[in-house]
């Protein structure tokens, strides 16, 4: 099993910054793809950023140029820096690792964090 934990949440004004974090732990033989996830109350569960191990990256388009994903694959950590956040960015921020391989021969699994608070006021 593999186990997902978010931090680096918290509360912030509208132009600021925050860091969040993901470890992965447990038994992992290959994990290819991560990526970050916000849910808003009230709306749809939507991808934020993604990053493959090779490091290639994707946004959403209400992200770009202000959020940036990157992964250091040695510690399985994932992180996303969000700049210049907006009343709109705030969410619960959910790290997600699909198609995870415990072994050689295990069968793949999506994995999802608890989830981190972000709140950013106006």
């Known amino acids: 099993q593999v186990k997902l934990v978010e931090s680096g949440g918290g509360l912030v004004q509208a132009g600021g910054s925050l860091r969040l974090s993901c470890a992965a732990s447990?038994?992992?033989?290959?994990?290819?793809?991560m990526g970050w996830y916000r849910q808003a109350p009230g709306k749809q569960r939507e991808r934020v950023a993604r990053?493959?191990?090779?490091?290639?990256?994707d946004y959403a388009d209400s992200v770009k140029g202000r959020f940036t994903i990157s992964r250091d694959n040695a510690k399985n950590t994932l992180y996303l820096q969000m700049n210049s956040l907006k009343p709109e960015d705030t969410a619960v921020y959910y790290c997600?690792?699909?198609?995870?391989?415990?072994?050689?021969?295990?069968?793949?699994?999506?994995?999802w964090g608890q989830g981190t608070q972000v709140t950013v006021s106006s």
């Open positions: 997600h690792a699909p198609g995870v391989l415990s072994s050689k021969w295990a069968a793949p699994n999506d994995y």
């Open positions: 447990g038994s992992i033989f290959r994990m290819t793809v």
């Open positions: 990053i493959i191990s090779g490091g290639s990256t």
